[in-house]
């Protein structure tokens, strides 16, 4: 079983570049692209009704370029500018035209913007890349409402009326860690395998408590060995699965890392000791919903990396707010210096919903320069 680690991390963030929809926050904008006259029109009704949206046109347009639309002079060098600075395409062109010019920018679907093809009378949206989680099917509805015409979907669940785990999954605030699973899991809940699905919270129960097939697996079978593991499954927990399990990774965002740290602690040592109690502990760090530690610590260049390399926020607390939380491991040290009994196991606590709604996972664990603590959201 496949498992995500700080280097795996690391590593896949020097391979991708900004265009990653975990940054899509920065890429708020839709690019309408039309080429003909009779397209543009219809390009800029559009964009008078949706929102975020930019006509992109052939220069010799004029009129369109008075009324707002951006000119280029090569479809290939727009198109291209567009997919890494959009997230969402509307084209406005023939389907052979947009395959051709998306084929060699493809990388993944967690990544690429979504991509909706549509015809010069406004007949057909077709929904083209990026369906489910870059929101190209949901695009695809929205513009066929302006336009009156017909969504064009072809994903399978749209198609059979079932849910789609990866849209699920983003629904529920849960990160697919395995995403190489993701069809294999979906084509098998379409064609009713026989799958297990480990969800001790029944996450999922609301929109598959109808699935054929589906066998819900309890702790305790889990803890008698009842798991097939020629079987695919589902497993929706922060803890990590069996080894001999066959299944996809569905992460709910529910620990909540708590550090503290002396001035100049590398992010290295942050992140080693963020791993060796995550291993230790058998939890997988895409559970990680936030870190957090005190307001001092808002300029620690280390803690910001850290958090950086996790691609997760960082939550500060107060003095004030911190010593209001009972912990179990108070530092008469740290209270000599700071002003506090507790950082890690304060901060992580007081960020996963405070006394009496959180509950720590990994009380305070320590290396030379930095403290750390895993709380859980409950």
Known sequence: ?????????????????????????????????????????????????????????????????????????????????????????????????????????????????????????????????????????RLAHEVAAITGGQAVITTASDVQGRPALDLLAQRLGMAVENTALLARAARGLLEEERIWVFDPERRLMPYLAEASGVRWLS??????????????GIWVSELQPPSSAKCLLLRPRNLVVGVGCN??????????????????????????????????KEDEPGLVEAAHTLQRPVQFYSRDQLESMNVPNPSATVQSHIGVASVCEAAALLSAGGQGRARLVAGKRKTANATVAVARVD
């Open 263 to 296: 001035r100049g602690t590398k992010a290295e040592e942050i992140l080693g000791l963020i791993q060796e109690a995550f291993s230790d502990l058998r939890l997988a760090l895409p559970a990680i919903r936030n870190l957090a530690s005190i307001d001092l």
């Open 1 to 137: 079983m496949m498992k995500t680690s700080i280097t795996a991390i690391v590593a896949r963030r020097q391979r991708r570049p900004v265009t990653d929809r975990e940054r899509s926050a920065k890429k708020a904008n839709i690019g309408i692209i039309a080429l003909t006259r009779h397209g543009v029109g219809l390009a800029l009704q559009i964009q008078a009704k949706l929102p975020g949206s930019t006509c992109y046109v052939p220069s010799r347009h004029q009129f369109a370029l008075a009324m707002g639309a951006r000119g280029f002079n090569r479809l290939a060098e727009v198109f291209a500018d567009l997919w890494g600075d959009c997230r969402a395409l509307v084209c406005i062109m023939a389907t052979g035209i947009v395959v051709r010019l998306v084929a060699p920018l493809l990388r993944h679907k967690s990544q690429d913007p979504a991509v909706v093809v549509l015809d010069e009378r406004g007949q057909f949206a077709i929904s083209l890349v990026s369906g489910h989680l870059g929101g190209a099917n």
């Open 219 to 232: 702790r305790e079978e889990l803890d008698r060995g009842d798991l097939a593991p020629d079987r695919l």
